[in-house]
């Protein structure tokens, strides 16, 4: 009879199972897998907090909060270069779009927290950074909401600002993947003044909903009048033929955080909470992102 450890020579080394081997999950031929990936965990993961749709802010990851831009302003020696000083009092000047999100964020946590549904409405959402992205995650948390970070992983690291339900922190590698869940579970969108990643994702929602590829009704509320007036000459788009007047009243521009949260409340209340038609019996009630049928 053969011995135990001279039978065992005879058998090949055991190879890794697919999902767990690194080699392939991380190969293009995993890619598919990948992605995936980023729609299935989110999804389920917004399942078990209970996230039924969200608010969306984006604006600036560089401007501070208003302590911090003061700092920044008073250690500031003499001797600093010129464009130093410049940006620096540039800061101190835009700190307030950042108190003004973390007040709107605030005021809109407070009152979603307060309707009464199944699961959680109009979660403050954002990509998870710095700046305006932070403050918006800031002003939820103080309202003691769940607050929503959806980051991505570039190569100069962004990290997570501290204010993220820990279990609603997300980090992608797809931007597109993260651009769905943007999309898909918001029902409104809140711009506040920003960089390139601030206007994509302001432009992508107002293709979305002027060519009616949207099943549901979203608002978009653009803050700041005197940076987007600027910026972008919206009126010039309608006097050239390039849009329709009706597609200004696509989006509304506030100058306060009480008049952004009074126009989300109105039409909130109004798209996605006044007209709840009747459920027959035995009908399933969608989980999240709940649409027009």
Do not use: C
């Not at 800061?91 to 964020?105: F, K, S």
């Amino acid at each position: 009879m053969q011995k135990k450890d001279e039978m065992s020579s005879t058998h090949g080394k055991i190879a890794p199972l697919a999902y767990e081997n690194p080699q392939f999950l991380n190969s293009p031929d995993g890619r598919v897998l990948r992605i995936m990936s980023e729609y299935v965990e989110p999804l389920a993961r917004f399942r078990r907090e209970q996230i039924q749709d969200t608010v969306v802010f984006f604006g600036s990851a560089r401007f501070p909060n208003l302590v911090d831009a003061n700092k920044a302003l008073e250690s500031m020696t003499s001797s600093a270069e010129a464009v130093e000083r410049k940006r620096v009092q540039a800061g101190v000047e835009m700190a307030r779009y950042y108190e003004d999100a973390r007040r709107m964020a605030f005021l809109l946590s407070t009152w979603a927290a307060q309707i009464p549904a199944r699961r959680r409405r109009f979660v403050v959402t954002t990509g998870g950074g710095p700046g305006i992205m932070e403050a918006a995650n800031r002003g939820a948390q103080e309202a003691g909401s769940k607050t929503i970070g959806l980051n991505i992983r570039l190569p100069f690291e962004q990290y997570p600002n501290p204010y993220i339900t820990p279990s609603l922190n997300f980090e992608f590698h797809y931007f597109f993947m993260r651009k769905f869940w943007f999309a898909y579970l918001a029902k409104a969108l809140v711009i506040f003044p920003g960089g390139f990643g601030t206007l994509d994702e302001l432009f992508e929602i107002l293709t979305l909903a002027q060519t009616q590829k949207l099943a549901k009704k979203i608002l978009v509320v653009i803050y700041g009048r005197e940076y987007w007036n600027r910026l972008i000459n919206f009126q010039a788009m309608v006097d050239a033929g390039a849009v329709s007047p009706e597609d200004l009243d696509l989006f509304r521009i506030v100058d306060s955080p009480e008049e952004g949260f009074e126009f989300l409340r109105e039409g909130l209340t109004q798209y996605h909470l006044g007209q709840e038609r009747p459920r027959h019996v035995g009908e399933v009630v969608p989980e999240i992102a709940k649409t027009n049928p």
